[in-house]
């Protein structure tokens, strides 16, 4: 099924043109590897980080300042996802000591000390100069988000069937339970704090490449940590289709309420992001589940 | 030395403040384990109070803390009905990861909901007094500032009666400390965990009004209160009401030192690191037990 969606979403670009069913198709796969990213860490390992738009935001400055400073886009990408990951060790070792409200403030007070150097730094807007205006095309930034997507996806996939995912789960659910059946806590969360940030990193990479022109500070944004959260809950935390399911849906609405007002689909994400988490912890994935097992419990009693 | 001494008592003057808008957040955490991340939303509500009652009326700020408060009492304990009863059934754990997820996504609605009323402007407010200040050799004390200093001291000192001296008040600290062995005794917990929700917002809202005293207010000054907020509540120790306040004039002295030192832009940062450092010699906060 996966392969299948996979392959007709890779043939879009071919069959259309239009700018909008790209850029949307665009904005779904880089919100959808945003999310998964933070799912790693925050669905299959638990730790609910607020800063993970530290990440995003290293990913996408770095790769733009050396892409638009020349550098081939190969190059700029890896060099912005390997900066992320050193930052994600840098950080990620201090902060994974601290235990639950303690380490997502501290990871919210990270991001909020990135995003204002960057805008002590850099306070100049970083806009695509007019050479590369003229040979910009969807279809590669459609290509990338795509391929990022799938890869966190398949990421979370094969996580949640290996020993270190069992190891992860066992720290969800009991830090020392899982210590004292012999997982080495430290080292599972900080391996899975760094996966997720590579992740993020790439994607922001990825958005950098995408966006006309942005205020450095923009993509340390916290927007970009509730989004992320969002969606993931949207779709379920922890599960493997959740994100992509989340991000779909996200973007609808959001096209949606865009017509009206901008403020206003804020407020009603933040709204029902909060009824989410009270009412609804198991997501889309969840409520989907049990309308299907109801469903075939009633075709049962009645064949 | 006249301009590290003037830096300094600015310092102390707004760290008064830092200590007020601290503790309510530390008084809900303590009593219910629930993590108000949108604490500095209800700041800024309380802000507005001051600046509307003031733009219709020119109520002094000083006076709408006496609407500020109540107001915001009222509105924390019907955010509490809704959003937050449902988590007392939990493990504490659950309950803090949850509380933070309700809190993250109440603070987006509130800041907006605040750019749809009132913009997305700054506003101020401008008493007669505003720009007055008392010298003292080479230095200035501005006095709205220092007027709201003092009463801060003063709202503090009342909790902190309240909190040791009245049966209400130990009901709330035994519920601090055992919320089981609590129910035991027969208090009803339920109305405590409420109580302390509208008593931490409304000490959000007297703190607010009397920021506005000497700062501007904007929907957008929530998440830096909060912030703000948390760095002195784990300077100060948890459910510490003296250590708060003296948390908060260091977080405000050593703003405004650095503020002076590497520049304005640099000021918000100094306080973040501080606090990580905290964070890290000390995982669980300063003066935790």
């Known amino acids: 099924m996966g392969a299948f969606v996979v392959g007709a979403l890779t043939m879009l670009p071919l069959v259309t043109s239009s700018r909008s069913v790209l850029t949307w198709g665009f904005l779904v796969f880089l919100y959808a590897a945003l999310a998964q990213s933070w799912n790693l860490l925050g669905g299959l390992a638990g730790q609910v980080s607020l800063g993970h738009a530290a990440f995003f935001g290293l990913g996408a400055f770095v790769t733009r300042v050396l892409w638009l400073g020349g550098q081939s886009l190969a190059t700029a990408l890896a060099a912005g996802t390997a900066v992320v990951i050193a930052a994600g060790i840098l950080i990620g070792a201090p902060t994974l000591r601290l235990r639950g409200p303690y380490f997502a403030i501290g990871t919210l007070a990270v991001a909020e000390i990135l995003r204002i150097t960057t805008g002590n730094l850099f306070p100049e807007v970083s806009t695509l100069p007019a050479r590369s205006l003229a040979g910009y095309a969807l279809a590669p930034r459609y290509y990338l988000a795509l391929g990022a997507a799938v890869v966190s996806t398949l990421v979370v996939w094969a996580l949640a069937r290996s020993r270190f995912g069992y190891g992860l789960a066992a720290v969800r659910e009991d830090e020392d339970v899982a210590e004292a059946i012999g997982v080495h806590v430290f080292r599972h969360k900080l391996a899975v704090f760094v996966l997720s940030s590579a992740l993020a990193g790439a994607t922001g990479g990825i958005f950098g490449y995408y966006h006309l022109s942005f205020y450095p500070q923009f993509v340390f944004s916290p927007l970009w940590t509730f989004d992320a959260l969002l969606i993931t809950f949207l779709g379920g935390a922890g599960t493997m289709w959740g994100p992509p399911l989340g991000a779909a849906f996200y973007l609808l609405f959001r096209e949606a309420l865009a017509l009206r007002l901008v403020e206003i689909h804020l407020l009603i994400f933040g709204a029902l992001f909060v009824l989410v988490v009270l009412a609804f912890p198991g997501g889309l994935i969840e409520a989907w589940r049990m309308f299907a097992s109801r469903w075939i419990a009633v075709r049962e009693r009645g064949g | ?289």
Request: positive net charge; hydrophobic residues 60%; charged residues 10%.
């Open chain 2, 1 to 289: 030395m006249t301009i590290l001494l003037q830096n300094a008592v600015f310092g102390l003057l707004i760290g008064g403040l830092y200590g007020l808008g601290a503790v309510g957040l530390s008084l809900v955490f303590g009593v219910l384990a629930v993590l108000n991340v949108a604490h500095g939303e209800l700041i800024m509500l309380g802000g507005y109070v001051s600046v509307w009652l003031f733009t219709l009326w020119r109520v002094d700020p000083f006076v709408s803390v006496l609407a500020a408060g109540p107001l915001l009492f009222l509105g924390g304990a019907a955010l509490f009905r809704l959003l937050f009863t449902r988590l007392a059934s939990y493990s504490e754990e659950v309950r803090i990861k949850n509380s933070i997820l309700i809190g993250f996504g109440l603070a987006l609605v509130l800041q907006t909901l605040a750019i749809l009323a009132w913009g997305a402007d700054e506003r101020a407010v401008t008493p007669s007094y505003a720009g007055r200040v008392a010298a003292i050799g080479n230095v200035v004390v501005p006095l709205s500032r220092l007027g709201a200093m003092a009463l801060a001291f003063l709202v503090l000192g009342g909790l902190h009666l309240f909190l040791t001296r009245t049966r209400a008040g130990t009901a709330l600290r035994a519920t601090a400390d055992d919320d089981q062995a609590a129910t035991l005794v027969g208090i009803p917990i339920g109305r405590i965990y409420l109580t302390a929700f509208a008593l931490g917002s409304a000490l959000a809202g007297v703190a607010g009004a009397l920021v506005s005293v000497s700062d501007a207010i904007s929907p957008a000054i929530g998440l830096g209160w909060t912030l703000k907020a948390l760095i002195v509540i784990v300077l100060g120790g948890m459910g510490n009401i003296f250590g708060t306040f003296v948390a908060g004039l260091f977080l405000g002295v050593a703003e405004s030192m650095s503020g002076f030192l590497l520049g304005n832009a640099y000021r918000e940062v100094v306080g973040l690191v501080m606090f990580l450092i905290v964070l890290s010699v000390r995982p669980r906060g300063l003066f935790s037990r």
